[in-house]
């Protein structure tokens, strides 16, 4: 039977599954979190062994030469022997600067990195706590503006890290960064071509750094901005989107409440009742001239992209970022589960 040898703990592997799972159904603690070879917070250092090099896409050369692996999307047929590497090969480190709470559920949160970081609008960082509990988190901030990086973070549920950083962490408290990450970010655009953006509650991070970035940089098409929620709660950023929405000629933001229960008769004039996909796309009867951004739950940023093409936008113009969370229905968790 073929082995997994892990800093000199050795386990059988089964070949029928990612080095991932056999790490962690051997219950060996590693930090993880998408588990779909986006967030690159699981990678591990190979010693000996042969892993197949698509395991090894997206990651930067200097890592990929030094045989580093997302061990989510890695699999083998014979023994192989892994190390957690340098921390210094892929981490760097942050302070928090900054924290406000925008309602009991989103806080705002800046982070200054102890070395610079050359980051693209609508990029991601993975937070990881000195206990290897990891999370990636979207950047909201503008990079020609320099300084701390915004953060939106949003209280989940049994979120281990989202509840840590709320309500634990301390402005002046250390944390781990690795990254940056993601393609979904803002680009040189012809003035003829028009942006539409589709986001969920806190998924509004990546999308507003594209808007910045569109903005600072002169853009001179239209952006449409899709925020939508199953709470008024959800569309947290929306008065300062709305100062926006008067500032920019350029500039359209629609609130989207998605209260599928009930329709409601009270929702001020500035809302949008119903889907906030549905909405922007029943808003343009063709795409073609349209670079479209998806932020958010995973479903509507795959169906979404789907429709988009249908209606017209050009494969490559159509971006995404799926917010793939780890399951957070069980009351407690380790680091590894």
Request: glycine share 8%; with cysteine.
């Amino acid at each position: 039977m073929a082995t997994l040898t892990f800093n000199g703990q050795t386990f059988p592997l089964d070949t029928s599954k990612s080095l991932l799972d056999n790490l962690l159904a051997a219950g060996v603690s590693i930090p993880y979190s998408c588990k779909t070879g986006v967030c690159q917070s699981c990678i591990l250092q190979k010693v000996s062994g042969e892993i197949d090099e698509e395991a090894q896409q997206g990651l930067r050369e200097t890592l990929a030469l030094q045989d580093y692996y997302k061990t989510c999307s890695a699999f083998c047929d014979s023994d192989v022997v892994l190390t957690t590497g340098k921390r210094a090969d892929y981490l760097g480190r942050g302070v928090i600067t900054a924290k406000r709470m925008i309602n009991n559920k989103v806080c705002v949160l800046e982070l200054e990195p102890a070395n610079p970081i050359y980051y693209h609008a609508g990029q991601f960082l993975n937070f990881r706590r000195d206990d290897g509990e990891t999370r990636s988190y979207s950047i909201a901030s503008l990079p020609a503006r320099g300084g701390a990086l915004e953060f939106h973070i949003e209280r989940m549920k049994n979120g281990v890290l989202s509840n840590w950083l709320i309500d634990e962490a301390k402005v002046g408290d250390c944390i781990d960064i690795q990254g940056p990450y993601g393609r979904a970010f803002y680009y040189d655009t012809p003035s003829h071509m028009n942006l539409l953006l589709i986001a969920n509650d806190c998924a509004l991070a990546p999308a507003l750094g594209v808007i910045r970035d569109a903005l600072d940089s002169g853009f001179a098409g239209q952006i449409y901005l899709y925020h939508g929620s199953k709470t008024l709660a959800g569309l947290y950023f929306h008065q300062q989107l709305l100062s926006m929405d008067e500032a920019f000629d350029n500039f359209h933001y629609r609130p989207c409440l998605d209260d599928q229960h009930q329709v409601r008769e009270d929702l001020p004039a500035q809302y949008f009742q119903g889907n906030m996909a549905e909405l922007a796309l029943a808003r343009f009867s063709s795409l073609a001239a349209f670079k479209v951004y998806l932020f958010g739950d995973p479903a509507m940023v795959r169906t979404t992209k789907e429709k988009a093409i249908a209606q017209g936008a050009k494969v490559n113009n159509v971006l995404i970022d799926p917010f793939d969370y780890r399951d957070l229905r069980r009351v407690k968790r380790s680091s590894a589960a």
